[in-house]
């Protein structure tokens, strides 16, 4: 295990090298009791039954889970580049071409998604990685959902700038949700932020819900006619929800000119290749502290020369403490079978 590269709620996400092929994988573990405590066993479960699934060119590739009494884990193709939200940061924004290159890989991913029933609910530049030739991987499936065309979600969830405003006003909501997310996508590439920002978060859903935003002066006339038709409530006039589908998008003349037989094949030359040197390079993606090591491990009250008390009744747990300790571990174990 080399170090981490990212953190969520419930855990985070270690680079990791096989000590049988010397590959390099990405590992992400998440803390059961977390998991079980922010009401997630449900969503942990689909997002591990999705990731079995799915196989695509612009989604990130899972190879295998497993668990131990304390933690679940995923392992992931490592994807080398670090997040689209850094280099967007760096640039400050995209131009027109740069923006079309990603929007137009992530439109394929999306696009694959609903064909296979699934609602991804959480598009967002820190959830798509850049691979070592410059393509996408959309990452984090915490939020993913099968949902048939018939069907309805309920649940709030997703990051507050991206959500639709059917999603906030809980209507009930389907794919429709995850065109709104593209258009917020592709805005926040050509601004450099997302069209309903605000500080308070109140303020910044009443701002989705009422359409509240103003374009810049700078952008291209045909990105703005294309996201006014992605960024409209009346989910019978929003792009990706009509009739045609996603095709409605694909033909809009934003695109034009696109061979997306290419681009699945991922044969278009990237506008930005990541500076790394080898397969386990890490620098693209920030430092975080690392947990210790001894974390889960019981804490015995220690002395003023800090050795362990051996006379305190706390310096380890009784019999009945292991027994609950080992019941809570089956238990926790139960809730993930297919771990």
């Known amino acids: 295990m080399n170090r981490t590269i990212g953190t969520g709620s419930c855990g985070r996400v270690h680079l990791v090298q096989s000590i049988y092929n010397s590959r390099f994988y990405a590992l992400k573990v998440l803390k059961k009791k977390q998991i079980v405590q922010s009401n997630q066993v449900e969503h942990v479960n689909e997002e591990k039954r999705i990731l079995e699934q799915i196989r695509h060119p612009f989604l990130v590739k899972t190879w295998g889970t497993f668990q131990d009494p304390a933690n679940l884990y995923i392992v992931m193709d490592y994807v080398v580049g670090g997040e689209l939200f ?24 999306l696009e694959y998604l ?5 609602i991804y609910r959480d598009l967002k530049p820190e959830n798509i990685l850049i691979d070592a030739q410059g393509n996408i991987k959309i990452t984090d499936f915490g939020f993913a959902k099968h949902l048939a065309d018939n069907e309805t979600a309920w649940t709030f969830c997703g990051t507050p700038d991206y959500l639709a405003p059917e999603v906030i006003k809980s209507k009930g909501y389907g794919k429709a949700a995850d065109w709104w997310s593209f258009g917020i996508f592709i805005f926040e590439m050509l601004a450099g932020y997302p069209p309903f920002y605000d500080d308070d978060l109140f303020k910044m859903c009443q701002k989705i819900v009422d359409g509240e935003m103003r374009y ?5 006339g045909l990105a703005k006619d294309l996201l006014k038709r992605l960024l409209v409530s009346d989910l019978t006039k929003r792009y990706g ?3 045609d589908g996603c095709h409605d998008i694909r033909n809009h003349a934003w695109f034009e000119g696109v061979d997306w037989s290419m681009v699945l094949r991922r044969e278009i030359a990237a506008p ?18 690392e947990e210790g090591d001894d974390d889960d491990e019981i804490k015995r009250p220690k002395d003023s020369n800090g050795k362990v008390n051996s006379d305190s009744a706390a310096s380890s747990p009784s019999l009945s403490d292991k027994d609950h300790d080992e019941d809570m571990a089956t238990d926790l174990c139960d809730l993930f079978p297919d771990f």
């Not at 609903?114 to 699934?118: A, D, L, P, Q, V």
């Not at 810049?216 to 291209?220: A, G």
């Open 114 to 118: 609903h064909g296979n029933n699934i």
């Open 216 to 220: 810049p002066k700078y952008f291209d």
């Open 272 to 289: 930005f290749v990541p500076d790394v040197k080898w397969d386990g390079d890490a620098s693209c993606f920030g430092f975080y502290p």
């Open 86 to 109: 850094s280099v967007l940061r760096r640039m400050q924004r995209f131009s027109n071409s740069v923006a079309k290159f990603y929007a137009c890989q992530v439109l394929l991913a």
């Open 241 to 243: 929800n009509l009739r």
